[in-house]
């Protein structure tokens, strides 16, 4: 299969996003300033507002971007893994919120805030959050087809547990980085899998 390379239309609208995901970890979601993001971005206000015409378009666009980003990383990490049980595994050591994920975490905090405010949001986030616990609860039929997961667990139930439990974890080890929370995360959610999957 060929790839056709990106426009330069293409790369200067992702260079703006990437910039806006930027400042919203740096700054906040209230706080972000288009010029702020054009300097970021290395160009001027009135491109990013060609491509976004107003800010909330930018910085609602950014928050997809980032989902986007971090769901294409999953996929193309556990599509190098076989096993459904690596799998799940693997993705709890993407998403512990360390030097390389703190921004994804940072910036779904800032989502989270103002989706409170907006139903606009509400119903964006409804189908991002849709899509990672739908991304567990598929692993988890996989494994039970394979007979590597018990088959005592409703795997839609136990995604969504899972999901709660590393949202409400990973948020407090956000909060507090520190590399001995880290591995409390990673040991209570390996815990999970081994006691109600692997058992």
Do not use: C
Not at 2 to 27: F, G, H, K, N, S
Not at 115 to 133: C, G, M, P
Not at 164 to 174: E, R, S
């Amino acid at each position: 299969m060929q790839y056709m390379a990106a426009t330069p239309e293409e790369d200067r609208r992702r260079a703006i996003l990437d910039a806006a995901v930027t400042v919203v970890v740096e700054r906040g979601y209230a706080a972000a300033r288009v010029s702020d993001i054009a300097k970021r971005a290395g160009t001027s206000t009135g491109t990013v507002h060609y491509y976004f015409p107003t800010k909330v378009d930018v910085l609602d666009a950014a928050l997809q971007h980032a989902s986007e980003r971090s769901h294409a990383r999953h996929r193309a990490e556990l599509a190098a893994l076989n096993e459904p049980s690596e799998q799940l595994l693997r993705l709890i050591d993407l998403q512990i919120p360390d030097a390389d994920v703190a921004d994804e975490w940072s910036i779904w905090l800032e989502f989270w805030n103002e989706a409170r405010r907006r139903d606009e949001l509400r119903d964006r986030n409804h189908e991002i959050y849709t899509r990672w616990v739908g991304m567990i609860e598929t692993i988890v039929r996989k494994g039970q087809r394979q007979g590597q997961f018990s088959l005592d667990v409703d795997p839609a139930d136990f995604a969504l547990r899972f999901a709660g439990l590393f949202d409400g974890l990973g948020l407090q080890v956000l909060l507090q980085p520190s590399l001995e929370n880290r591995w409390r995360l990673r040991a209570a959610l390996r815990g999970v899998v081994e006691r109600e999957l692997l058992s």
